[in-house]
């Protein structure tokens, strides 16, 4: 009987699940057109419903047209009621926002330019805000992080950080999963990214996508058949470390030729302080600001810079050669410091896909540069929390949990 | 009241699934046993047992000691019951096998030496001899297909084949999957050797594996927590048209230094031709025979062979490396013609990940020679056909269907 009960109790949470994200889909929604799309019978619905209105999750609206003419009673979720905190974490940065379920920005704060002798201090720092944020806002139920890869999803932890050497030593489950009132979840950042736009872009189907995230390092979130891809330990889809040249630049990682040290933003910035006639103050700015100085200068018209677009464009292209042969994703979405390039750098990646990748995969990939409203790493980490909730509704309202 | 009958008929469809997956798995079982497991009712279990029994699926066996020494009716899958047929498509061979669903081998043919023109010719050939085992053979449920990648698996068509060229005119649906009196499944040829592993190799988890097949190409399939990775259009994990080397050779899909370029049999068959002093006889030989002469040639301790043996081990190795960055699969079990090259190889392999793939990566990632009895892609066919099966009994057997 503890057998039966149990499935009952499981299968309860999990359609409160199903109709949690599928209110989060198609926003107003009739119970008998949950219940027709869900496959669920009347009965389940009007229980169902009745727990998650109880729970303030969802509200009633007014009367929505029906089939014949019927009013029925619209149900929406609350997507005010609740709020998530969201860290994304990166080099030399840290980024804090508060957003709500809608994914609506609420509260946004920088940490920057963290040295590797002030992590213990940045740590500490980021424990004062979030406890800050949390008192001051009680309506945040979770908090959502994003962490550079290659992330050991079970020990918390960064594995190798050829863009990360100074968070090499924090454990970050160990750091924050109990430190707050609420409970924290983590995810690797390119893959937080995809996970923010299969839940915030409503405008496509989104179950194949790639989010290639090209920052201080590179990285990469697959979204294949509506599932992350994540690896046995949670380090596939490191894009960064996958080589372009067997005989190439050598890598923290041991590789050679890893994609990250032709094309991230701190390949970039060295590059740059190469060539001092290109961005003559770029040794004194942060990798972003040094990138963001070239891609100035290239839409200004400046041949040299054009041309290492051009070519940080190419490098991008191989990338994006790699990711449709090895993941073959309906799109894939460039964003972070580098898609500051803009045209100029997509339409280079664009003419190496055309040239290296099998027509008919090539014609049916669309490569774009990331629209979120905010960086989708940041949109990430909140997307994390979100899901959360919306697949484990039980764990967050003691309401529901009878 | 029509969507509560569905549900019903579906979730009934489902755990029929998941009691022939678990008795796959396990073995005899009692019905407590796999009510426990499943978490299925004793009344469930009951009715889903009495329906599969009755369409022969499934036995009892004699008793099994119970707990408390209560004795119980054991159950088990009657894997003779049924056959299915096995076709495995490569550049110059087709292979049909005949299996039971334990995956013992009944019957095995092989069709070579096809050249472009004879396509038409193999392809009759290959619906004759279907046939014949068809008539000849009432157990065969149906037919299992491997498929050199990349694999459209919506259009049924092999989009680009540098190494399949005679048969990219072939659409493998239209061609067959109306053809016979069974019903045909196809899946890409590395997907269906990774597939073979999951259900043939008991002694292992198996819910993070990469089959890495290099033969007269070089494909891979990747489950990933216990899925196939096939991305949008079915054309995911190829690696063989991931490039090693951005300025590498050229090669027929548009993409410079394809691995598939450096260590498939026909690149190895390749560099043969071109040194007659190593194998003086090499270019009359089929792709396979040229290899195995190489390995037999390096295990006699030729020291040229060897070194060559070792390169292509070097090659192989960038792959498992890019495999790990990008898969992250707990086991890469290396199949076909290459794996020939045994200790040899495979040590050559093993040297190149633990120089160029993270540490704690590289130490918990395992590299294997495949083990199966018979060729994974082979056996993949059995696979694909047999899944079909267990996951969808209900369309196998008229008794399942109400």
């Not at 100035?296 to 990338?319: C, K, P």
Request: hydrophobic residues 40%.
């Amino acid at each position: 009987m503890a057998n039966t009960h149990l499935s009952q109790a499981t299968l309860s949470e999990h359609n409160r699940s199903r109709v949690l994200h599928h209110l989060y889909r198609h926003g107003v929604e009739s119970r008998a057109n949950i219940a027709k799309a869900l496959d669920l019978t009347p009965a389940a619905i009007t229980k169902i419903t009745a727990k998650l209105l109880d729970a303030g999750v969802i509200e009633e609206t007014g009367d929505l047209e029906g089939a014949r003419n019927r009013r029925s009673i619209g149900l929406h979720l609350n997507t005010a009621k609740f709020h998530v905190a969201s860290v994304k974490f990166a080099r030399s940065l840290v980024q804090i926002n508060v957003f709500d379920l809608a994914g609506t920005e609420i509260h946004s704060e920088e940490l920057t330019s963290i040295e590797h002798t002030e992590i213990p201090q940045t740590i500490a720092t980021i424990h004062e805000r979030l406890d800050a944020l949390l008192r001051d806002d009680p309506q945040i139920i979770a908090i959502g992080m994003a962490v550079p890869g290659p992330y050991l999803r079970r020990e918390g932890r960064t594995a190798m950080v050829s863009s990360m050497q100074e968070w090499r030593s924090v454990n970050f489950i160990d750091e924050f999963s109990q430190a707050f009132r609420v409970p924290v979840f983590m995810e690797q950042d390119a893959r937080a990214g995809a996970l923010a736009y299969r839940l915030f872009d409503a405008a496509h189907e989104n179950r194949h996508l790639a989010y290639y995230l090209i920052g201080e390092g590179v990285g990469l979130g697959v979204i294949d058949h509506d599932d992350t891809i994540n690896g046995e330990l949670g380090a596939a889809t490191e894009i960064g470390h996958v080589s372009i040249d067997m005989n190439g630049r050598e890598c923290e990682c041991g590789n050679r030729g890893c994609l990250e040290r032709y094309c991230s933003a701190v390949a970039i910035h060295d590059e740059l302080n190469a060539r001092p006639e290109l961005v003559p103050n770029s040794a004194s700015l942060t990798h972003r600001k040094a990138c963001n100085a070239l891609f100035e200068l290239a839409n200004s018209g400046n041949s040299d810079a054009i041309e290492l677009v051009q070519r940080i464009g190419t490098y991008v292209g191989y990338g994006c050669v790699t990711i449709i042969n090895a993941f073959n994703p309906k799109r894939i979405i460039i964003g972070d410091i580098v898609s500051g390039g803009g045209e100029l750098l997509l339409s280079a990646v664009q003419r190496v896909v055309n040239e290296r990748v099998i027509p008919e995969l090539a014609a049916r990939t669309t490569i774009m540069l990331s629209e979120l409203p905010a960086d989708a790493t940041v949109t990430g980490g909140a997307a994390v929390a979100i899901e959360a909730l919306l697949s484990h509704p039980g764990a967050f309202m003691d309401d529901l949990a009878s």
